[in-house]
């Protein structure tokens, strides 16, 4: 499914918070179709960079690109970046007045201004496709964690985005959990979903990821395909780290 | 509570002229003091009147019945309390919910205005407010050709939803601020726009927060709109001082006020007892 075609391209990105950088000189690149996961130790920057990649965070210098548009452009079309990337956050964010369904449909409807048939048909294929049918008419108080991050990914998806965005989706859950959640994305991944994963799942990383990205310290320290990274990692850093969470 | 079957050897605390009557009067009181709220105020209330009644010269009518006869002129007086502070209370939220709004502005000078505003009635003696208003309003308000009678009354309105607006003001900041900003980024990732995550995602669950402490307000005020009659508007504060005066009796100070103390409090109780029931019911829920 992968092609050589780029779709996220992010070329020497700084942020900053106040005096504080959080990025440095990252540099990286997602084709088409493609699965990486962006590994490393809590505040080297890795949430950022996502945040970075749809405009939740403005970057200070460099430049990213998705499917084309600009992200640092100050004429910026959010709503137009925004269609195209879906994100999934680690607290799930799903909004607790809405059942499941409302929650699925809430975007492209209001958003997209579809119809409304239309959509609750979609979303109730995707409800069915993270296997939560059943749940449709429930609130998110009364789903577990896993499913309400599995109705999260399914709500991201309904804006039929071009590149998925998780971050660190599974750092909440229970291992029984995190299996579904898990599972929902390796589908994803497999049927050529382009997703960017921060995540400290080391052998999830290894069996999804085309490609991984090891940050510390806001750089991008090392990265390689999955075999190569974890069996022989140059760098001292990246050694460390692997030695520490394997 | 037992204490003060003890305290009631204080001259200040006995009915006055009637040295008969606290005994029994006292210890019904400290009995039921312990017990619901409700039994015990209409317990005191008929004891203090019919204790009253009994020492009472035969010439005059009996303290129930006076009670009795100014009932309805003071009701309606309530009547126009609760008018007031239900005009007050749509006033000032209508205004406060402005005025909150703008405090979550992105134009600093809309946000720093409506912070300045809240904060300075939200600050500031609800009296000082009121006679603010009365004696800073015309009495009319000439608009082109047309004229627009402003009576005392509509001012007092005006001069209590002030403070209502500076307090619903910051009901609505706070319930806004209460709800997490993952929400707003969740939203913000799906394309909604600030105004729409604001009125579909943020606003419906704030608004569950906000309630309670709405009503708590409004009950307050309720309390506060006797406060007109200090700039002379006859509500059931100012009917009550006149039937006073009408009779000329100081025996009746204690059971009219204490009628007027009840109605305020039949009807402010059941809201408080509401709130916190409301209080409850979102806290399980969030």
Known sequence: ?246 | MRTLSGTTDLPVLLPRRMPSATEWGAADGARFFGSRTWLFLLLAMSALSVAAQASDAPARAGIVETVWKWMPLISSGFLFNLLVSAASMVLGTALGVLLGLGQISLHPSVRKASWTLTQFFRNAPWLVLLFFAMFLLPFELRIGGLVIPLPAWLKAIIGLSLPVMGNVAEIVRGGIRSIPTGQWESAESLAFSRMQILWQIIIPQAVKRMIPPWMNLYAILTMATTLISVVGIQDAMTLTRGALVAEARTDLYLPLYFMLLLMFFAYCYPIARLTLMLERRFAVNA
């Open chain 1, 1 to 246: 499914m992968t092609t050589t075609q780029p779709i996220v391209v992010i070329e020497n990105v700084e942020k900053r918070f106040g005096a504080l950088v959080v990025l440095k000189d990252v540099s990286l690149t997602v084709k088409r179709g493609e699965t990486i996961c962006i590994i490393g130790p809590s505040g080297s920057g890795k949430s950022t960079l996502l945040r970075c990649i749809n405009a939740l965070a403005p970057i200070d210098k460099g430049q990213i690109t998705v499917d084309g548009i600009a992200v640092n452009d100050p004429a910026l079309d959010k709503l137009a970046l925004r269609r195209r990337v879906g994100v999934v956050f680690q607290q799930y964010n799903l909004f607790p007045h809405k059942t499941a369904l409302q929650n699925i449909m809430m975007a492209p409807v209001q958003v997209l201004k579809e119809d409304k048939v239309e959509v609750e048909a979609r979303a109730r294929r995707l409800l069915a496709k993270v296997k939560l049918s059943e749940k449709a008419d429930v609130y998110p108080g009364e789903l577990s964690g896993g499913q309400q991050q599995r109705v999260a990914i399914a709500r991201s998806l309904a804006m039929n985005p071009k590149v998925m965005l998780f971050d660190e989706v599974t750092a909440a859950l229970d291992p029984e959990t995190k299996k579904e959640v898990l599972h929902t994305i390796r589908e994803l991944a497999t049927e050529g979903m382009t997703c960017v994963l921060v995540t400290h799942e080391m052998g999830f990383a290894r069996e999804v990821a085309d490609h991984i990205y090891f940050t510390d310290g806001g750089v991008i320290v090392e990265h390689g395909p999955p075999a190569e990274f974890f069996a022989r990692a140059k760098e001292e850093r990246t050694r460390a780290f692997l030695e520490q969470v394997l």
